[in-house]
């Protein structure tokens, strides 16, 4: 492969991540509901001048919980197309899919508080 087909590859990539991250904003209203989360505590952010380290925990919580909602909603997807019927087999799957998404929105509202409580009170 050339160089130049590679990065016309990568790029290519980019476009097909952009267009799932638009299609997870416009179709998951949990995805909406967690994107309004994030200009909330982006601007909150700036308001409190919060630090770098602390810009840095925020970033990586955010990525966290959008990556996980992500992948939980292509696994719903995907077990919706496979087996459109009920199946307790299914639904077990679903289920710790979306535990995993309650993991790390409970950590990464634990670290929110962490970085803003103090500087409310």
Do not use: H
């Not at 307790?88 to 998404?101: L, N, Q, Y």
């Amino acid at each position: 492969m050339t160089k130049e087909g590679f990065i016309r590859d990568r790029i290519r990539s980019v476009g097909y991540a952009l267009r799932g991250a638009l299609l997870l904003i416009r179709t998951e209203s949990s995805i909406k509901i967690q994107v309004f989360i994030v200009l909330v505590v982006t601007a909150a952010g700036f308001y409190f001048e919060i630090s770098n380290v602390e810009w840095m925990v925020q970033l990586l919580a955010i990525g966290l919980v959008l990556g996980v909602e992500g992948v939980n909603t292509a696994i719903e997807k995907l077990s919706d197309y496979v087996q459109p019927e009920y199946d307790p087999k299914i639904g077990f799957i679903k289920d710790i899919s979306a535990g995993a998404v309650m993991w790390v929105s409970i950590a990464s509202s634990i670290a929110g508080l962490i970085i803003y409580l103090p500087k409310i009170f």
